[in-house]
């Protein structure tokens, strides 16, 4: 009982944290829609990861000096060296690139339709794991991600028409970027976090304060003006700035919950309860926003959501083959 109720607890845990930070970003986006600042608002998320991890370490260093003597507590360490930074750039411009694209992309698209417009993370995944990888693929998978494939385009063409004009190619092209790094990151982290041996802090660390400098060219380069038109009409208040800071805060946690419900369940459990979150994710988005889509609309969701249970299903039968 007591290990239901565990698992429970963090399944609750990622599907509130989750949620509730593709909303508050959408929040954010929607408060500072006039001054067009996404970078700013992504390097914000960073900054916030770092002074997390700053604020962890310190108070950990604190706690560890009282109990030096007690081999329980082993030191923790977020330094790293040159080499580290140099071997750590790849990701961390792949890790760039996603948020800046998912942020960008949820301006344009909203909340509802963020799961299908983001849908081919899985198809990538498998495009990017037989290719870079070499792991072993099936046709099940292949037939899943063609109706994922289908669930997007068919996505697109219905919420225009709930819109009243064609999507975008901005939004269309942020999206398909968006899934296309998102499952790079993935294959990226696995392989970077073996320079830190495994150790995560490290590696977010690492990680986010090379995102920071990153971003600050791109930042100067592209929403100056519109960091200019923010400041002069006031949008940098000490509220606004709280909410980014929540909004960085949701974001890490991510990261934290994602961590917790594969070590207490699966990877499997995990994609699964990822996939059942999208659709709760987006029927909370309809009814908060009080949005009319069509049957069609649904049935593109529901292309998607099959499609992604499927490659899930087809995962788990080549890893039990493994086995």
């Not at 604190?62 to 790293?80: I, V, W």
């Not at 037939?143 to 225009?160: A, N, Q, Y």
């Not at 296309?180 to 690492?206: D, E, P, V």
């Not at 400041?231 to 961590?259: D, E, H, K, N």
Request: net charge positive.
């Amino acid at each position: 009982m007591e290990s239901k109720l565990r698992i429970f607890s963090v399944i609750s845990l990622y599907w509130f944290v989750s949620i509730s930070t593709v909303f508050i970003n959408k929040h954010i986006l929607d408060i500072s829609n006039y001054a067009n600042i996404p970078l700013l608002i992504s390097w914000s998320q960073c900054l916030t990861a770092v002074i997390i991890c700053l604020s962890v370490n310190t108070f950990y260093s604190l706690f560890n000096n009282k109990d030096r003597d007690n081999e329980t507590h082993p030191q923790l360490s977020l330094s790293f060296t040159r080499s580290d930074m140099i071997r750590t750039l790849p990701l961390s411009l792949c890790f760039v690139a996603m948020i800046s694209f998912n942020t960008i992309c949820l301006k344009f698209s909203g909340v509802a339709f963020y799961n299908v417009i983001r849908s081919l993370t899985t198809v990538f995944n498998l495009i990017l794991g037989y290719t870079i990888i070499g792991e072993q693929t099936s046709r099940p998978a292949v037939i899943s991600c063609i109706l994922i494939v289908c669930g997007f385009h068919l996505g697109i063409v219905k919420e225009g028409e709930s819109i009243g004009q064609s999507l975008s190619l901005v939004t269309i092209a942020t999206g398909i970027l968006a899934s296309f790094f998102t499952a790079l990151n993935a294959i990226l982290i696995k392989r970077t976090l073996k320079i830190f041996n495994g150790n995560i802090s490290q590696l977010t660390f690492c990680n986010n304060t090379l995102a920071m400098i990153i971003f600050i060219p791109l930042i100067l380069y592209i929403e100056h003006d519109s960091i200019y038109i923010a400041y002069s009409r006031t949008l940098f208040t000490v509220y606004f700035c709280i909410q980014m800071f929540i909004g960085g805060i949701f974001g890490m946690a991510i990261g934290f919950a994602s961590t917790l419900q594969i070590q207490y369940t699966s990877p499997l459990t995990h994609n699964i309860s990822g996939t059942a979150k999208a659709c709760i994710q987006t029927l909370l988005a309809v009814v908060v926003y009080r949005l009319s889509k069509s049957v069609i609309w649904w049935f593109s969701n529901a292309l998607v959501l099959v499609g992604a249970i499927g490659y899930t299903e087809s995962r788990r039968r080549i890893l039990e083959q493994k086995t």
